[in-house]
């Protein structure tokens, strides 16, 4: 299992960075609108759709099985498809009933070779989702809005689980979920994006450079952990840091560093699907784009065993 995630999140994030250009950065004065948001979550669920019908036109249920999956997980797997269909949908109407035009679905490259590898990459997207959906409801003001995106949030936590549990991974691997701000989601959906319809509505984010696990996981807790960056990418000479975000904890360790490879041993209240991130400065409470070198890259994390204290009722 190890060796299926390392090649999903390498192959994945290997490539982000350089495909930013297909969805053109825009600022506009005021910041980011709740329509903004919604370009940007109908972006995403478009890509998840086009991702689970690709995934389905090319792996019938005899695949499944032949790589010791059950009907189950096949059937469960063609829910979460109809979901996701059934998002681009709901994000459309929304849109166009707030007399904006919709943003189309894009070209996508997805590294997924096998029923394996596309439960690997499955599963990761959906804990993007999750943490897009999570990080969006801070800059949401409109409370409609906010409510059918937590509504979804919920679909998106649901297929999250389903696909955890296919992979033997800890489904509640962490207390709460992790919100992620959508500069870095962003740069997270650019590594699949090969090009956009020229009409789509540009996306007022900027991604960030890439940084990139040496190993995706899953680690132990408090294992060493390895990263490196481009060799174009502008570090500095200041003091650096791997900041960790898990679920609501974000933690910045001094790294450890050679040319542009970086190393830390990942702190012990990070577990589960983690982000991690280059910064030239300790983050206080958040992580702000004025520090963020590189980033965010995605590592697994196995948690600890539970300790249940019985005597607490």
Known sequence: MKTLLHSAFIGV??????????????????GVSDIDILQFALTLEHLENVFYK????????????????????????????????????????????????PVAACEYNFPYTDVHSFLALASVLEGVGVSA?????????????????????VSEGLHQSVLRNSLHQA??????????????????????????????TPLPFQAFPTLTPADAGPHTVAALANFHVAADVDIGGDALFLTFVSGLDIVSVA???????????????????????????????????????????????????????????
Not at 13 to 30: F, H, M
Not at 137 to 148: C, F, N, P, R
């Open 13 to 30: 994030l290997s490539a982000s960075g350089v495909l930013s250009a297909p969805l053109e950065s825009r600022q506009e004065e005021g």
């Open 54 to 101: 690709g995934a389905l036109s090319r792996f019938a249920e005899s695949h499944f099985l032949q790589a010791g999956f059950d009907s189950k997980l096949f059937s469960q797997v063609n829910f979460v498809a109809q979901d996701e269909e059934d998002h681009v949908v709901f994000l459309t109407q929304a849109l166009a009933n707030a007399g904006a035009k």
């Open 133 to 153: 959906y999570l990080g969006g409801a801070a800059v949401i003001s409109d409370k409609d809005i906010l409510t059918q995106a937590g509504a979804i949030l």
């Open 171 to 200: 489904s509640s691997a962490k207390v709460t979920g992790t919100p992620v701000d959508a500069n870095s989601i962003f740069t997270l959906a650019t590594a699949f994006i090969a090009s956009c319809p020229e009409e789509n």
């Open 255 to 313: 790294a450890e560093r050679a040319d542009v490879a970086f190393a830390v041993a990942i702190p012990e209240v990070i577990s589960g699907q983690s982000y991690v991130f280059l910064t030239n400065a300790e983050a206080q409470g958040a992580i702000a784009d004025n520090i963020v070198v590189a980033g965010p890259a995605i590592i697994e994390v196995t948690p600890n065993a539970p300790s249940i204290d019985l005597a607490i009722l």
